[in-house]
């Protein structure tokens, strides 16, 4: 999958940290001096700390980019040294990525003969809660990616009901098609106005399912949904996609775009296709 991404020059570099309070995600750190990339797993690529460097030393790369692989990343942060790997092992725990959080440890203890550092500090400080640090590189916590399905229990019947949502983030440009909660799920990818017409949203469409929101009309660079849907069919393997659209004209480009992605996907995956009417009414509902 081609994909944006941050790229630093360390040369170029001198440590001021400016950038770091400009990354959304908190994926910036200043690690021996130098600002460091500690995750590209939360990099959405956007480039928000590029005006923020005096020295022009950060910029925006496209690649052909594997589906991100916690080994592969651990083979890279190693040779930065300990406190890189510190860092990027609890930047997974903070954003509840427990799954690459037990592989990058896992990693560790395989690989502890060739590693220069002694691998049980690195692993001791990132389990005990006193080296435990909760902030985010002044990242906006907004953009935090946050897994809370546990916590939150739908009562149909309930007056104030609970959200449904398990996850952070939502809208389609900054998801990511990697994250733990998109892996073997029931994805609802809805158009934006669909939450607002539909009193039921969350006790009955979005309850037990990932969830992407997007706008066919007026988002920009719609074809990058394309690439990120066909990860998320053939690496996240989804179970089944509800598109959810409204029935005026311009929803259907949403229809459009998981076409598209079917056509390129390795993996075939069942759609089901919702109009929902302008006063909350299901005016459609079939698979495609």
């Given at each position: 999958?081609?994909?944006q991404i941050?790229?630093?020059d360390e040369?170029?570099?001198?440590?001021?940290?400016?950038?770091?309070?400009?990354?959304a995600?908190?994926?910036?750190q200043?690690?021996?001096g130098?600002?460091?990339l500690?995750?590209?797993?939360?990099c959405d690529?956007?480039?928000a700390?590029?005006g923020?460097?005096?020295?022009?030393?950060?910029?925006i790369?496209?690649?052909?980019?594997e589906?991100?692989n916690e080994?592969?990343?651990?083979?890279m942060m190693?040779?930065?040294?300990?406190?890189?790997?510190i860092?990027?092992l609890k930047?997974l725990?903070?954003h509840?990525?427990n799954?690459?959080l037990?592989?990058?440890?896992?990693?560790?203890?395989?690989?502890?003969?060739?590693?220069?550092f002694?691998?049980?500090v690195?692993?001791?400080n990132v389990?005990?809660?006193?080296g435990?640090?909760?902030h985010?590189?002044?990242?906006?916590?907004g953009?935090?990616?946050?897994?809370?399905?546990a916590?939150?229990?739908?009562?149909?019947?309930?007056?104030n009901?609970?959200t449904?949502?398990?996850?952070?983030?939502v809208?389609?440009?900054l998801?990511?098609?990697?994250?733990?909660y998109?892996?073997?799920?029931?994805l609802?990818l809805a158009?934006?106005?669909t939450?607002?017409?539909?009193?039921?949203?969350h006790?009955?469409?979005l309850?037990?399912k990932?969830?992407a929101i997007?706008?066919p009309?007026l988002d920009?660079?719609?074809?990058v949904?394309?690439?990120k849907l066909v990860?998320?069919?053939?690496?996240?393997?989804?179970n089944?996609?509800?598109?959810?659209?409204?029935?005026?004209?311009?929803?259907?480009?949403?229809?459009h775009l998981?076409k598209?992605?079917?056509?390129?996907?390795?993996r075939?995956?069942?759609v089901?296709?919702v109009v929902?009417?302008i006063?909350?009414?299901?005016?459609?509902?079939?698979?495609?």
């Open positions: 999958m081609k994909r941050v790229k630093i040369d170029k570099c001198t440590g001021c940290g400016l950038c770091v309070p400009n990354c995600e908190g994926a910036l200043i690690i021996d130098k600002v460091r500690v995750s590209d797993l939360l690529g956007l480039g700390c590029l923020h460097c005096p020295e022009g030393a950060i910029e790369e496209e690649r052909e980019a589906p991100y080994i592969k990343v651990m083979d190693v040779k930065q040294g300990k406190n890189t790997v860092a990027h930047h725990k903070d509840n990525e799954g690459f037990k592989e990058g440890i896992t990693y560790l203890i395989d690989h502890q003969k060739e590693i220069e002694d691998v049980n690195v692993i001791e389990k005990s809660p006193a435990h640090d909760h985010h590189g002044g990242g906006c916590p953009m935090k990616t946050m897994s809370f399905a916590k939150n229990e739908v009562d149909d019947k309930a007056v009901q609970p449904a949502l398990t996850q952070w983030p809208q389609m440009h998801v990511n098609p990697a994250a733990s998109f892996q073997n799920s029931d609802l158009a934006d106005c939450a607002f017409a539909l009193g039921n949203f006790s009955f469409w309850k037990n990932s969830l997007a706008c009309k920009s660079n719609t074809d949904y394309i690439d990860a998320m069919i053939d690496q996240a393997k989804l089944t996609i509800t598109v959810l659209i409204m029935e005026v004209p311009c929803c259907g480009g949403l229809i998981v598209l992605a079917l056509d390129k996907a390795a075939k995956v069942p089901k296709k929902v009417g006063q909350g009414e299901i005016l459609q509902e079939e698979w495609i």
